[in-house]
């Protein structure tokens, strides 16, 4: 399966447990929505990172992509300390020249 590079540099990084390559993957002013919240630009998208990844400690498996007319939708297997666990997930993301224009997860 051949992620877009952006995709890929963040699901690597989130492997990595890197966050600045993680936050290096999205525009500046970005958008990430998940569980309810939203999140607008590098810090609050960082903080968001960081904070997930401390409470849940995932990682993220893409196993299919479903592309729409301006959305790539990675379905993925996460695993990590939360309910559920492993879960199916889609991460649909919007995408700009190099960088993450958007996402929004959805369990």
Do not use: C
């Amino acid at each position: 399966m051949k992620l877009p590079p952006p995709i890929q540099d963040y699901i690597d990084a989130d492997g990595r447990n890197d966050g600045a390559a993680v936050i290096a993957s999205f525009a500046p002013d970005a958008v990430v929505k998940d569980e309810g919240q939203t999140y607008v630009g590098s810090i609050a998208i960082g903080t968001w990172w960081r904070t997930s990844k401390f409470a849940y400690k995932h990682s993220i498996e893409p196993f299919e992509i479903i592309e729409k007319s301006d959305v790539i939708e990675p379905l993925a297997k996460v695993m990590g300390q939360f309910p559920g666990s492993p879960a199916t997930i889609t991460f649909a993301f919007e995408l700009g020249s190099s960088r993450i224009t958007a996402l929004e997860v959805n369990p």
